[in-house]
């Protein structure tokens, strides 16, 4: 018999796994906060029926099973979270009337790499499309029910018994939700545009000249980094922008208005190149503003997702940057 305390034991064969069931999740629900919630209600249901676990599976799996019952249950009551581009059509010229930000609307959230990252085997199962904005926001088109399916089989590559077992439902209806879920989320539209990212480098040069470019509120360069068919959306703002011209003019106007205005400081989120916005206070301090995730499609900016939420800076925040802090020029 062990001499390890039955609390010590349940951690060293548990805590390994925290990070995966963490991005697992996130997925399921869209929410980091959401998800750390639901990953601390697993380790304590899973605490609670240790003594029933009879090892018919692998821990590993038997987590995942108290995690995604977890998070279909919490999906019983909450809506699912949009970005503003999957609720309605894009303005293309910045005049446009910007509405008034929605608190009330569930929004999607970013999720800071640093949180799951090389603990996610989707990592490695399913590269950086895993936890992709676009594929997040994808997720948030299908049921509960295929959402958990897909996640299980195709993210995380369970084979359909093991999911059959861990949703308490039999193989064939494992198949039949998988179908669906497959063809609902083609419907959404592409979802790997990791796959035209730009190499290290240049990923690394456009993000630091995109930062000059915005905190000396240099609209000429912001423009050389820009697709001609850019888009920007700011939750909790529903209204949402397309094309270079439409956007530059929206943070020209609205945004960009003097240097030193915003500090940026990169980081990574979804698999993504990020940065944590804080905005200049009129005592000249800074203040948490929020986060924006980059999309790149070769060596330009294709799509620029403000979170405008200051509660999600603390998550990013403590976490580790990219190799050299940058974003304080004209500070």
Known sequence: ???????TEFALVTEPF????????????GSIHDAEDLVQETYLRAWRGIDRFEGRSTVRRWLYKIATMACLT?????????????LGAPAD??????????????????????LFGAGDPAAIVAGRTGVRLAFIAALQLLSARQ??????????????AEVAEMLDTTVAAVDSTLRRARANLAQAGPVADDLAEP?????????DSYVDAFTNADLDALVGLLRADVELEMPPTPTWFTGRPAVVGFLGSRVLRRAGQWRLTPTL???????????????GGYRPYGIQVLTLIGARIARITAFNDPALVPTFVPLPVLD????????
Do not use: K
């Open 1 to 7: 018999m062990s001499s390890t305390p039955p609390d």
């Open 18 to 29: 925290r990070p995966e069931l963490l991005a697992h999740c996130y997925r399921l629900l």
């Open 74 to 86: 919490a999906l019983e009551t909450r809506s699912r979270r949009p970005l503003p581009s999957g």
């Open 93 to 114: 010229d910045h005049r446009v009337a910007v509405a008034d930000r929605e608190p009330s609307v569930p929004w999607l959230q970013p999720a800071p790499d640093a």
């Open 147 to 160: 959402r958990a399916v897909l996640t299980l089989r195709d993210v995380l590559a369970f084979r359909t």
């Open 199 to 207: 190499d290290a480098l240049v990923r690394r040069a456009l993000l």
């Open 269 to 283: 989120a979804n698999g993504q190149p990020a940065l944590v916005i804080h905005a200049r206070t009129d005592e």
């Open 324 to 331: 050299r802090p940058t974003g304080e020029s004209g500070a």
